[in-house]
């Protein structure tokens, strides 16, 4: 009979192939979604079936993950708002409508947006996102703007302090575990929407 193959280092048990990076970022989701922020590469390793040495190799040390589950989650934030928006809506309501979608991304992977918080994204990756989270409240208050005679181009600073904004109340929402997320999109909505949506009914009129 023939000798069993010896398992090279870093080669899961059995022999079987290697996973890939999406495997592995999938793994590490389900991991930190069950054992929390507080979850480590080992428990990464065990929730795919590999050893360790492959998480490394495959997706990097702890804060290249941070990267890549921050890029995870900005994605589905993206396609969930992007969902959320209907042309028949007022734009207070597609507002309202991607606040929701949000915060309910938020809620159902709750410990990978705590984990990713917890240390957060590198510096140029941390820039991408909040441009990419804030394009759609750019698109939405822009053309609002212009109508109202104010300048176009402010729409970035809202978008920016708007996304900085939900990420604080979501981080304490989290945290506090006070209501759902239906009622904090309506707080959210009475005032973002209606502290810089009125301001989009007229022309200013600065003394």
């Known amino acids: 009979m023939a000798a069993a193959g010896r398992r090279g ?9 290697l996973v890939g990076r999406p495997q592995v970022l999938e793994a590490a989701v389900r991991a930190i979604d069950h054992h929390g922020p507080e979850a480590t590469m080992d ?8 050893t360790k040495p492959i998480v490394y190799r495959t997706v990097g040390d702890k804060a290249a993950l941070t990267d890549a589950l921050s890029e ?10 992007a969902a959320a928006a209907h042309p028949g809506q007022t734009p207070r309501q597609q507002f309202h409508a991607a606040v929701t979608a949000y915060l309910t991304t938020i809620a159902e992977h709750r410990n990978v947006f705590l984990f990713v918080n917890a240390v957060g994204p590198s510096t140029e990756l ?4 909040v441009d990419r989270s804030a394009a759609g409240i750019v698109t939405l208050f822009g053309p609002l703007r212009v109508r109202a005679g104010l300048p176009g181009a402010g729409a970035a600073t809202w978008g920016y302090g708007i996304i900085g904004a939900m990420q604080v109340v979501a981080t304490m929402w989290l945290h506090h575990a006070y209501g759902d997320a239906a009622e904090i999109a309506d707080d ?8 810089a949506g009125t301001t989009t009914t007229a022309p200013a009129n600065h003394a």
Request: net charge positive; aromatic share 8%; hydrophobic share 50%.
């Open 9 to 17: 280092p870093g080669r899961p048990r059995g022999g079987g192939p």
């Open 72 to 81: 995870w989650l900005v994605d589905r934030i993206a396609a969930a708002t």
């Open 43 to 50: 428990d990464i390793a065990a929730a795919a079936r590999v």
């Open 188 to 195: 959210m909505t009475r005032l973002l929407w209606d502290g």
């Open 126 to 129: 941390f820039h991408r996102l």
